[in-house]
């Protein structure tokens, strides 16, 4: 049963927890843009610009989605756009790790913050490698993958 005290629980996940799975996949293409030579931007939510500071800008509604803005890489290859379309689950799965192993080792308690977190990280997992077109020019990472290494299609604006 849905009660008030479980309206806390959904602000907690939808504000806190969601944007800061975003955040971390979307760093994870940011990360492999910027590691390729690119000079990639990390943009939180939609809406209006709320701040940006240098690379980073937020939007008045951080908790709907966040994306990856990339340029030219210093050497364009097909396998390297791949791996930005990849740092995003990678990223997610990698962050999942430290959480599990810190809770097993008793440094973090088991707390509905780290489920709600792991919970996430694995929905984003999940559904931005399976290879569909979510509209045009926006792919998941899994159909951004697969265009770049048999087409060599590039995309520069990434989720």
């Given at each position: 049963m849905f009660t008030f005290h479980d309206m806390i629980t959904f602000a907690w996940a939808f504000f806190i927890t969601l944007p800061l799975t975003l955040i971390i996949h979307?760093?994870?293409?940011?990360?492999?843009?910027?590691?390729?030579?690119?000079?990639?931007?990390?943009?939180?939510?939609?809406?209006?610009?709320?701040?940006?500071?240098?690379?980073?800008?937020?939007?008045?509604?951080?908790?709907?989605?966040?994306?990856?803005y990339y340029g030219k890489l210093k050497k364009e290859k097909r396998w390297k756009h791949a791996l930005i379309y990849a740092g995003g689950p990678l990223f997610n799965a990698l962050s999942i790790i430290p959480i599990n192993g810190l809770i097993h080792l008793g440094y973090l308690p088991k707390h509905l913050f780290?489920?709600?977190?792991?919970?996430?990280?694995?929905?984003?997992?999940?559904?931005?490698?399976?290879?569909?077109?979510?509209?045009?020019?926006?792919?998941?990472?899994?159909?951004?993958?697969?265009?770049?290494?048999?087409?060599?299609?590039?995309?520069?604006?990434?989720?």
């Open positions: 979307t760093g994870g293409h940011v990360f492999f843009a910027w590691l390729f030579g690119s000079s990639a931007k990390l943009t939180v939510g939609r809406g209006k610009v709320i701040f940006s500071l240098k690379r980073v800008e937020v939007r008045k509604f951080y908790f709907v989605d966040a994306a990856c780290f489920y709600q977190f792991v919970y996430f990280s694995l929905y984003l997992i999940f559904f931005s490698v399976i290879p569909i077109d979510y509209g045009e020019e926006n792919p998941s990472d899994g159909k951004a993958i697969y265009d770049a290494l048999k087409h060599g299609k590039v995309y520069k604006e990434f989720y």
